[in-house]
């Protein structure tokens, strides 16, 4: 089955400590993206890529990184810097900018 | 600026009363009109894509359609396995990137 998975599905941290989101894909695409989702406050894009070793800040990148060294994988760090990292952060990717985005089932991140 | 606004926020029906769910969209340049279904904990699910004015795109018991300013998702005769949150995102030419609407989250009761 072709699809995006995320891992692990509920992730707990203290402060202070850095903590990293898995994504991968086998859909062959090749644009992924990170989102961070807050109740109220709807999809807001942190990182996306449109292709291997590329990737381009969103709208809220400040406190987290991410890397592209290989088409199917797209990993996002969340740093110490990140004032407020508790939130649903959510995978997706696309054939390309623009068009549909096909989403993962989410990582829920809880830092104490 | 480039915006996706959706109305309304929330909507309670009842098992097989029929409704709409509105998102009105300004954009320099539209790419696509995109809809999907997002469950409680769960990531969003793709339904439809919507490239121009005048489209129509069905799936079940939904109904998609776009004019020049805003998009209509039809829900016929709803169940309460439709109830979810319905978000609205619209797709750019210029930067290519998705801008999502706060959505629609619909209660269908038994």
């Known amino acids: 089955d072709g699809g995006i998975t995320q891992s692990p599905k509920y992730l707990f941290r203290k402060e202070g400590q850095n903590v990293t989101l898995s994504c991968e894909q086998n859909?062959?695409?090749?644009?992924m993206y990170w989102y961070r989702q807050d109740p109220g406050q709807g999809l807001r894009l942190i990182y996306y890529?449109?292709?291997?070793?590329?990737?381009q800040k969103g709208d809220i990148a400040e406190g987290y990184s991410v890397s592209r060294e290989k088409k199917e994988s797209f990993p996002l760090t969340v740093t110490s810097a990140q004032k407020n990292p508790t939130a649903f952060y959510l995978c997706?990717?696309?054939?390309?900018?623009?068009?549909?985005?096909?989403f993962g089932p989410g990582t829920r991140l809880t830092v104490t | 600026e480039d915006q996706v606004t959706q109305s309304p926020e929330a909507l309670r029906l009842q098992e097989g009363e029929s409704s709409s769910l509105n998102c009105s969209y300004t954009?320099?340049?539209?790419?696509?009109l995109f809809w999907y279904r997002q469950d409680p904990g769960k990531g969003p699910e793709f339904l439809f894509t919507?490239?121009?004015a005048g489209e129509e795109k069905e799936k079940e018991s939904l109904k998609a359609t776009l004019t020049k300013k805003e998009s209509f998702l039809h829900i016929t005769a709803p169940k309460p396995e439709d109830s979810a949150t319905y978000l609205c995102?619209?797709?750019?030419?210029?930067?290519?990137?998705?801008?999502f609407g706060q959505g629609t989250t619909l209660q269908v009761k038994p």
């Open positions: 997706a990717s696309s054939r390309g900018l623009g068009y549909e985005q096909y």
């Open positions: 995102a619209v797709g750019t030419s210029n930067t290519g990137k998705l801008i």
């Open positions: 890529s449109q292709i291997v070793n590329d990737f």
């Open positions: 859909l062959n695409h090749d644009a």
């Open positions: 954009v320099s340049g539209l790419r696509g």
């Open positions: 919507l490239y121009s």
